[in-house]
């Protein structure tokens, strides 16, 4: 089993630009989470889903940050413009809803921002 | 905000020794559960705990619960050079369709070889 795939791993843009993170979950997981790691901050919930469908999203930090989930195997987070206060480690994160309530965790993507 | 707090933030021990870890939190919750990170990776799940069990065991982990003193530890046997990493405690506090966990800051352990 892949596991939680995140692509890209690293992304370092500019000020200003647009960014998109991409999470595939675990085949069969009807929860979806993103996350975002500072050392200031520690591990934040943004946003997660349920069968494709957002539950909350009020730890998304502004508008500048929105998320989709067009079908069970695909999700991005997109932020425009981004900002140098945006760079951390974004995490996506799957689970099943009912029975087994751990998260499974992706390898993560550090975004830099300058 | 972050419901569960982990204490002490870092602790270094020697292999061999084992190693404590405690988790406080503030509402009622499902069931709490701990996570590793390792540097650089994604949390892996370690181990979960109902609300309505006091101590659970996997390995060389034992978990304890006291849900009236919305406490939670983590015990590791001994410890390797390999369990250095950061723990986190994770609080559930499930109703409806909500399946959200909250993280505490984490504890950072360096197991001494």
């Known amino acids: 089993d892949a596991g939680v795939i995140q692509s890209p791993r690293h992304e370092v843009t500019e000020m200003g630009q647009e960014v998109t993170l991409r999470c595939k979950p675990i085949s069969g997981h009807d929860y979806l989470f993103w996350y975002r790691q500072t050392m200031m901050r520690g591990l934040e919930l943004l946003i997660y889903?349920?069968?494709?469908?957002?539950?909350?999203d009020s730890g998304m930090p502004e508008d500048r940050f929105s998320a989709k989930m067009p079908n069970a195997s695909f999700s991005t987070l997109k932020i425009q413009p981004s900002e140098p206060r945006d760079s951390a480690v974004y995490f996506c994160?799957?689970?099943f809803g009912t029975g087994r309530y751990e998260q499974y965790f992706g390898p993560g993507t550090r975004l830099t921002v300058t | 905000s972050q419901q569960g707090e982990e204490d002490p933030q870092a602790l270094s021990i020697q292999e061999g020794e084992n190693a404590t870890m405690n988790c406080s939190y503030k509402?009622?919750?499902?069931?709490l559960q701990w996570y590793r990170q390792n540097s650089g990776r994604g949390l892996v799940h370690l181990i979960l705990?109902?609300?309505?069990?006091r101590e659970k065991h996997s390995g060389r982990l034992r978990v304890t619960l006291d849900t009236s003193k919305k406490s939670s530890s983590l015990l590791i046997t001994a410890s390797r050079a390999a369990d250095t990493a950061s723990y986190f405690c994770?609080?559930?506090?499930?109703?409806?369709?909500?399946?959200?966990?909250?993280f505490g800051s984490g504890t950072q352990l360096t197991v001494l070889p």
């Open positions: 705990i109902r609300s309505n069990e």
């Open positions: 889903f349920n069968n494709n469908v957002p539950i909350d």
């Open positions: 509402t009622s919750i499902n069931n």
């Open positions: 994160a799957s689970s």
């Open positions: 994770a609080t559930a506090s499930f109703s409806g369709s909500a399946r959200q966990l909250t």
